[in-house]
């Protein structure tokens, strides 16, 4: 039931299956209401419905389809006018989908458009109210495919290294104006995801593939402990605080007056 304080309103997209219906729940869990949002309205309901029961939390729902201009614009005034609003899950995506040669452009459009523009949109219309309030929390769901691109369609990568780069820009530029930021890399996991893009979860190796209900109980665990990137499944945290170190260590480097010795420009 009820047990927790209300911490406001958590906006999770797509939260009707999957990665986004298991945050929402443990959102609720946590003390927030909820608006989950998604196309399909019957599966939303569900899980509000659900959610609702258990914990009590107000749950709001609303059918959106991120790749339509009017809805992503509906939204965004939602965004920007529900006072209540203090967390925003960007979590709908897509794509384990095929390669570049078989991708038709009209899926390279939808794969950018949800993964890439809904993701930013959103984020532009919920930082001017958070940072009126010095306050909220933004979750981008990135994915290892963005530091490790060779493992699915490289569109799919890119647009999660978007959205690794686009969070580690919103730290750098809001922090300091109470806004906290992550953004979870999870591995592969136990979805509809892979169903979806005609590869069955089951075709691969299971030691590779968490639940859900992990990946987002250990997501929320880096958000508690103030990550601003986590990675589930990485065993050796060092790892990546080495790779981070690496690319700070390059910084002072990567804009100069003339190009480097080696490449023997005279001027
Ligand atoms: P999922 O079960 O397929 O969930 C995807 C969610 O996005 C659904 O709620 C879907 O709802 C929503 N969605 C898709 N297209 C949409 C659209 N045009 N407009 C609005 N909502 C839309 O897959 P998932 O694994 O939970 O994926 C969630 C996130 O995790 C994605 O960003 C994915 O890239 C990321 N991720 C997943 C894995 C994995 O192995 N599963 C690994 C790394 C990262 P409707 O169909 O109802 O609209």
Known sequence: MNTQANKGKAVVTGASSGIGAIYADRLARRGYDLVLVARDEAKLQEVANTISNATGR??????ADLTSTA???????????????TMLVNNAGLGAGPGLLNAT?????ELIAINVTA???????????????SAGTIINISSIAAIAPEV???????TKAYVLAFTQSLHHEFADKGIQV???LPGATRTQFWDRAGVPVQHLPQEWVMTAEDMVDAALVGLDQKELITIPALPTLENWNQFEAAREAMRGGLSAVKPAVRYHVAS
Not at 71 to 84: F, P, Q
Request: charged share 25%; no cysteine; net charge positive.
């Open 119 to 133: 993701l930013t949109r959103l984020t532009r219309a919920i930082v001017p109210a958070f940072i009126s309030r």
């Open 152 to 158: 699915l369609n490289g569109t799919y990568g890119g």
């Open 105 to 109: 452009p009209e899926y390279l459009d």
């Open 58 to 63: 107000k749950v709001e729902t609303i059918k």
């Open 71 to 85: 809805d992503l614009r509906a939204l965004e005034r939602t965004l920007a006018t529900d006072s209540a609003i």
């Open 182 to 184: 992550q953004a979870v």
